[in-house]
Structures are given as structure tokens and as C-alpha cells.
């Protein structure tokens, strides 16, 4: 694991692409998914004009300003380094549990699910932040308190 969750700042995401799962752990501003909705939503706020295109400030994110289907496999290519196994998570969690937690809620805390062969983005995070509302067009974004109900039982095989 090259980074090892540390909420709020690193963050675990699964992501479902042609059905199949990959887990990640990296910064959470990876995973804002419309870079251009959110430079706008600062802009409105000070009253500057809007843009229409916006430049990504990880290098992973070049090209993939705006994250839908369409670049999502770019993208992967380039966050690869940032991939783990849900066995890998589910040890560090359970180790981490033992240590800290005297053993109590050794789950994977996962922030992002995002599903992109039904266009939905969820959010878990607790922190404030809204990525759920930083979506591209024809994406649903959605704020889940709890996130067991929502992660399939078979991304966790993986």
C-alpha cells in the first residue's frame, strides 16, 4: 500500500468500471470528479466569471479534468500506483482496530464508491466537503450516511 488511509486526508475509494471493482487509497481531491464545477463554484462565490475548462492540479488528473466513462480507464492507468486489494485494506483496518480501537469496528471505512457503468457517485464522507455535488452531467451524486448497504458484498473479493 503505497498510502495508507488517514482520514480526512487519504481517503479509500472503490470504483466499478464494465464490472469489476478496484480499491484505492490517495488524496481525496483526486476524486472530485467535475474540476470545472468546482473552480465555478469558487468563482460564483467572489464573483468571478465562470470557465469552461479548468486546469487539474495532480498530474493524474491531466486530461481527466472532468473524471466520467469516457476517461475513466486514463484515469485508472494513472492512479495504478494508488491501487490496493480489498485484503490489503480489510488487514490494515483490522490491524489498525487492535492497535487504536481495542478491536472495536475493525470494517474498511470506504469515503467514494464510484459506480461508472450506472453513472452514480457516493459520497460517504463525513467530513464537509460535498463531492456528491461535483459530478459531471448525467451523473447522480448521492450522500450516504452508511455505507454498508451500498458496497456490493463481490467487491469485496477482490
Request: include cysteine; hydrophobic fraction near 35%; charge should be negative.
Amino acid at each position: 500500500m503505497k498510502v495508507e488511509p488517514n482520514f480526512p486526508n487519504t481517503v479509500v475509494v472503490l470504483v466499478k468500471h464494465k464490472e469489476e471493482y478496484s480499491w484505492y487509497v490517495s488524496e481525496k481531491e483526486l476524486w472530485i470528479m467535475d474540476l470545472v464545477k468546482l473552480d465555478n463554484a469558487f468563482r460564483r462565490k467572489f464573483n468571478q466569471p465562470e470557465v469552461t475548462e479548468t486546469e487539474a492540479d495532480y498530474e493524474e488528473r491531466v486530461g481527466c479534468e472532468i473524471l466520467s466513462e469516457k476517461n475513466i480507464e486514463q484515469f485508472q492507468e494513472a492512479v495504478e500506483h494508488f491501487k490496493v486489494s480489498y485484503t490489503e485494506l480489510a488487514d490494515y483496518f483490522k490491524l489498525y482496530s487492535e492497535v487504536y480501537l481495542d478491536g472495536e469496528n475493525p470494517e474498511v471505512d470506504t469515503s467514494f464508491y464510484l459506480d461508472f457503468d450506472h453513472k452514480i457517485f457516493h459520497s460517504f464522507f463525513k467530513e464537509p466537503g460535498s463531492y456528491e455535488d461535483f459530478v459531471p452531467t448525467g451523473w447522480r451524486g448521492i450522500y450516504e450516511k452508511v455505507e454498508k448497504d451500498i458496497i456490493p458484498e463481490n467487491a469485496k473479493r477482490k
